[in-house]
Each structure stands twice: as C-alpha cells, then as structure tokens.
C-alpha cells in the first residue's frame, strides 16, 4: 500500500469510527439527556462547565456553543476550581462536569465541593459505577467508545 492509499485508509477509518460512536451515543440519550436540556434553559445564571485533560477541551467547545446561541456560560478548568475559582459560581448557576472515567482526582475533589454548594450538577461521563456518576444531580452516560487515533490513548 503507499502513501496516498495509507492515508485514505486511515482518514476513512477514523470517520467509521467516529460515526460508530455517534450511533452509541445516539441509542444512550434518555430521560438524563432531557432532564439536562431543560435543566440548562431554564438556568437563572450562567452553565459552568468544568473538565480536566480532554474533557477540559470539549468543555470549552460546550461552552463556545452555549454562548453563541444566547445561554450564559463560563469555562472553569478543574485544577484552577480547587484553587480558588469556585468562588465564581452563583447560587443560580448550574455546573456541568466532564470527565470520561469520573474518576480524576481532580474531578473527586470538585464534586462534592460544588454539592456542597446546593448547584445544580449535572455529569457527563462513560462510567456509570464513578464517582461522578454517583454523586451529580443529574448523570448522562456516553459511550466508551475507542479513539479514533491509532494508540486509542483516552
């Protein structure tokens, strides 16, 4: 095979891959995934959205999203949460926390901080047995789908 073929076949493996785990995240949404949506319109305040690693990214797209179609939000990296910027959250505000394992030290430390709070929390994670999992008010469970790259680092 040469270059121009490996490429192709790469590139062609790699959306294959990603609408599979499209699909399974497709067959997962439920009643979570509506007690979200509405939990989020009818949000007072600001979606705070927090993650670490990976999560943090798609955090911040979530919250690039939000903003531009007219909802309040705001990026809080999870490290700098437990460093003083939890003070930023409001009564009215609702918290989202991504975290594919639930179980980053980091992510462990916030949670039951934010709980504390009386926020609402919602968590979007691929493992329904975490700690995230377990502890949000509100708990969506994606997929724990392969990555797309050819080491599948998660």
Do not use: Y
Request: proline letters at 5%; hydrophobic letters at 45%; aromatic letters at 2%.
């Amino acid at each position: 095979m040469n270059e121009h073929q490996k490429i192709l076949t790469a590139g062609k493996r790699a959306l294959k891959m990603e609408a599979h785990a499209l699909q399974e995240l497709e067959n997962r949404l439920n009643e979570s995934f509506v007690s979200a949506v509405k939990c989020v319109a009818k949000c007072e305040g600001q979606v705070v959205v927090s993650g670490i690693g990976k999560s943090a990214i798609i955090a911040q797209k979530i919250v690039a999203t939000f903003i531009s179609t007219g909802q309040p939000a705001v990026f809080m990296h999870a490290a700098d949460a437990l460093h003083g910027d939890l003070g930023a959250i409001r009564k009215e505000d609702v918290v989202m926390v991504l975290s594919k394992s639930g179980e980053s030290p980091e992510i462990k430390a916030l949670i039951p901080l934010v709980k504390t709070m009386g926020n609402t929390l919602i968590g979007i994670h691929a493992n329904p047995k975490s700690t995230l999992a377990e502890i949000v008010d509100i708990s969506i469970e994606m997929p724990d789908s392969p990555e797309a790259c050819p080491n599948n680092f998660r």
